[in-house]
């Protein structure tokens, strides 16, 4: 089955925009996952909502609460909530850059891969990719996906981008009372230098395929097994109820040029007139073919969430 695209919109660099597609770069299907079932009828079990009280509740009464104080909410309808209009659910824009390898590893959550969303987004798509790649950095932005806004961090990958969601600094714990304990003594020295030797030895290209999943393997066979044998206790489910479940980018030699004159340090930099933005978002097809430099400005602010 073909992978869905679970984002479309833009990838904006400045006053460049390319239409893309985000699609998750993890299967949950590799999974083995299991229900519930009554075993006296055979049944899946259900979890129903309900209130004490009153039993099993509709869909269709159910709003959002925030809890301000102790079992006291303050109501909220998903139309208000839909009615928050953050341009991250349409657009990503790059508005920082960092060395590769600068972000500490904790920050990072899920990969997802960026393609372009057409054959003419092609062009401004692998310009962007290789200036990342020539330059060794990382570009940051921010997205909405599934009712969450989150950071993210956009790297070459192969012939594409990979999109790594990342924590914000605030849902990371800090290290230091965890390891509070550890003490800063110095580790025997020849204790240290048998476990560096073992180290070297062992260390090796990275290659995921020299590793399986064991826990997996011994669950799949064990299935295997019990299907294979006849004595093996099977239900039959009646559940008859269903289970719950760009514009073209053309002109990207020039834009690329008006962004670095608006990004040159020292120089005012005014509002983006609707000619500027149109003129990247809304092309013909006759698009001109070029190299580009890439530059980045020194000093960068946090872009804050709205």
């Not at 962007?128 to 961090?153: F, N, P």
Request: hydrophobic letters at 30%; charged letters at 35%.
């Amino acid at each position: 089955m073909a992978a869905r695209p679970i984002w479309k919109g833009q990838l904006r660099l400045s006053l460049v925009s390319i239409p893309v597609e985000v699609y998750s770069a993890t299967k949950s299907s590799a999974k083995i996952r299991f229900r519930q079932i009554h075993e006296p009828s055979g049944k899946p079990i259900r979890y129903e909502k309900t209130v004490p009280g009153m039993g099993p509740v509709d869909r269709d009464e159910i709003v959002k609460g925030f809890e301000y104080d102790d079992d006291s909410y303050i109501l909220l309808d998903p139309d208000e909530i839909d009615a928050i209009k953050l341009e991250t659910k349409k657009t990503m824009e790059i508005v920082q850059f960092v060395e590769q390898g600068e972000i500490p590893p904790i920050y990072f959550n899920k990969p997802y891969y960026i393609t372009p969303a057409d054959e003419l987004a092609e062009d401004a798509y692998r310009v962007v990719r290789d200036a990342l790649r020539d330059s060794s950095r990382t570009g940051l932005c921010q997205i909405t996906m599934r009712g969450k806004e989150y950071l993210a961090a956009i790297r070459p990958c192969g012939d594409g981008l990979l999109m790594e969601t990342l924590h914000y600094e605030e849902e990371i714990r800090e290290a230091e009372p965890m390891f509070s304990s550890v003490g800063d003594a110095e580790p025997d020295a020849e204790l240290l230098d048998v476990a560096t030797s073992l180290i070297d030895r062992k260390t090796a290209p990275f290659d995921a395929s020299a590793f399986t999943n064991s826990y997996e393997e011994a669950l799949r066979a064990l299935i295997d097994r019990k299907l294979k044998n006849k004595s093996t206790r099977r239900v039959e489910s009646e559940d008859a109820e269903p289970r719950p479940r760009g514009d073209n980018v053309v002109d990207l030699m020039s834009a690329l040029k008006e962004s670095l004159d608006e990004a040159e340090p020292g120089k005012k930099r005014g509002k983006r007139s609707s000619g500027s933005s149109s003129r990247s978002s809304s092309r013909s097809k006759s698009s001109s073919k070029g190299g580009t430099k890439s530059s980045r400005s020194s000093g960068s602010q946090k872009k804050k969430t709205a």
